[in-house]
């Protein structure tokens, strides 16, 4: 319960960063931003691991935030997330305002197969757009036609992040 209320404050301090940091950008930044008012959440999580065992990435106009949380067992938590942020290409930017179609994704199910049983992991998107919401969760690694192309390019993000940031 408290990391889940931790998660949710450290979420909306970047929406309200991000609407800060809206404001402030000149007109001419603003158009390489095709997200305007699209803010896009991808996680994965394993429930029997120790260790950087839940990694959360949320996009929100030019800006990427990786979240790493360590599990130090038994439900122990192994010490405070980890937050790295860095700024979107424009190419980035771009490719995945082309690959989100929000009102085919808000069809899917919420929950797609069996995340995270036998500890095969989970992954989840969640596409918020203006005042609407959705999350769909499925088994880590599964690939789901109908978000393809965005799956690809934020586990590309997201292995990036690893690769630079979390060590074995």
Not at 5 to 29: G, R, W
Not at 57 to 84: C, I
Not at 90 to 108: G, P
Request: charged residues 30%.
């Amino acid at each position: 319960m408290k990391i889940q209320l931790f998660v949710a404050i450290i979420l909306s301090t970047f929406s309200f960063m991000a609407c800060e940091q809206e404001s402030q950008i000149p007109d001419e930044k603003q158009n390489l931003t095709s997200l305007d008012a699209t803010v896009i959440k991808y996680g994965t999580s394993f429930g029997m691991c120790l260790g950087p065992c839940k990694k959360e990435m949320t996009l929100v106009n030019d800006e990427a935030a990786f979240t790493v949380y360590l599990n130090g067992g038994r439900g122990t938590e192994g010490g405070e997330p980890k937050t790295y942020t860095e700024k979107l290409t424009a190419d980035y930017i771009s490719a995945v305002s082309k690959t989100v179609n929000f009102e085919a994704f808000k069809k899917l199910e919420e929950v797609i197969g069996c995340p995270d049983c036998a500890d095969g992991g989970a992954e989840w998107v969640e596409i918020t757009k203006n005042d609407s919401r959705h999350k769909v969760t499925f088994e880590f690694g599964d690939d789901i036609k109908e978000i393809a192309p965005l799956l690809k390019l934020l586990r590309e993000k997201r292995i990036y992040f690893e690769e630079k940031y979390v060590k074995p």
